[in-house]
């Protein structure tokens, strides 16, 4: 029997239901592939409350990162068979047990990387990777601050802005939290519930401020962090965890110090097959030599994504979570 999560009508939670599923033969180019582990991402929440529209409407199935064996190949599919252990990290409808999916957004998994671990990390992995690397090429000496360092994409940026030699300034929202920050490599945390992180970020750097903030909260950190950014420095807002902006100023950023905003999203980053590969090979270096550990702290059953769903928004989740067909 083949299940799925479906989303009939947008809203909270309670609108993902467990259904069964029928599941025809791929077509050229497909893969038909069953799941051992799905990732899960507040981006889903995104979709299931509907601020991002699902792109084929209603009713559709969430999720968008998953790893899993290819159960059959389409016609034209080179590059994987039967029985291959595979991953990808950037298409919709992945809270399901078997999917049918295009092989453009699958990558091989390494012997190195086990199938929880991929289902972690390739969208969190990922989104970190063209943070780091392409919308602002972290170098040593580079200071950053990352918002919700605790999180799954937060504990990957401060483990790999730390191995590239920056000097990473954590914000989080507990005590608990700010230990898991110091041992992803922060060399500072701020515990934004019991101190202002502006004042701490000036008091750190000794009025220098930050090169790049990396932003992932979204309305609840904004405008605060484009008064952590040293002149003609950047601001990636990443994500909206606390909702989106919604007055977003432009005039800020010239009072502020010529300041630079971006807001990225992962599909364009890895839109051709070139794109995808590169950004997954470093992915799959640092994580296969320790330099980013991948810690799992939560597991759900498939049906109880819901419950998932709660306790992210809750922020009573830390690292990162998957759900288990």
């Known amino acids: 029997m083949v299940v799925a999560i479906r989303i009939h009508e947008t809203g909270g939670p309670e609108v993902l239901r467990l259904e069964e599923v029928t599941l ?33 409407g209603l009713p559709f199935t969430p999720g968008n990162e998953a790893a899993g064996i290819v159960l059959q190949v389409g016609e034209g599919v080179s590059g994987f068979k039967p029985g291959d252990r595979v991953a990808y990290g950037s298409s919709l409808g992945a809270y399901c047990s078997e999917r049918i999916i295009s ?14 671990t991929a289902a972690a990390m390739m969208l969190k992995g990922m989104t970190a990777r063209y943070l780091l690397r392409q919308t602002h090429k ?48 922060a060399a500072y945390v701020i515990n934004y519930s019991e101190e202002d992180f502006v004042a701490r970020v000036k008091d750190i750097t000794e009025g220098a401020l930050c090169d790049v903030v990396y932003d992932g909260v979204g309305q609840a950190t904004y405008p605060a962090s484009l008064d952590c950014i040293k002149p003609r420095g950047l601001f ?42 590169a950004n997954v090979a470093d992915l799959f270096e640092v994580v296969s030599s320790g330099v980013v550990k991948i810690p799992v702290n939560q597991r759900y059953p498939l049906a109880d994504a819901a ?16 759900l288990l067909p």
């Not at 699958?106 to 929880?116: G, Y």
Request: net charge neutral; aromatic share 6%.
């Open 138 to 185: 972290v170098k040593a000496g580079d200071t950053l601050l990352v918002h919700a360092a605790a999180g799954g994409v937060g504990q990957i940026l401060c483990q790999w802005a730390t191995h590239l030699g920056a000097t990473v300034i954590a914000t989080v929202g507990s005590a608990a939290k700010a230990e898991i920050a110091k041992e992803c490599g």
């Open 103 to 116: 092989a453009a957004p699958l990558v091989k998994l390494p012997d190195s990387i086990a199938d929880e």
């Open 24 to 56: 025809g033969m791929p077509d050229p180019g497909e893969v038909r592939l069953r799941h051992t582990a799905i990732g899960l991402n507040f981006i889903d929440t995104y979709f299931r409350s509907g601020l991002y529209p699902a792109p084929g």
């Open 236 to 277: 990636a807002s990443f994500g909206n965890a606390s909702g989106a902006i919604t007055n977003f100023s432009l005039l800020a950023l010239s009072q502020k110090g010529s300041l630079y905003a971006t807001r990225p999203t992962l599909a364009t980053h890895v839109a051709t097959r070139e794109d995808l590969l």
């Open 307 to 322: 419950d998932a769903h709660r306790d992210l928004e809750a922020r009573r989740t830390t690292g990162s979570t998957v």
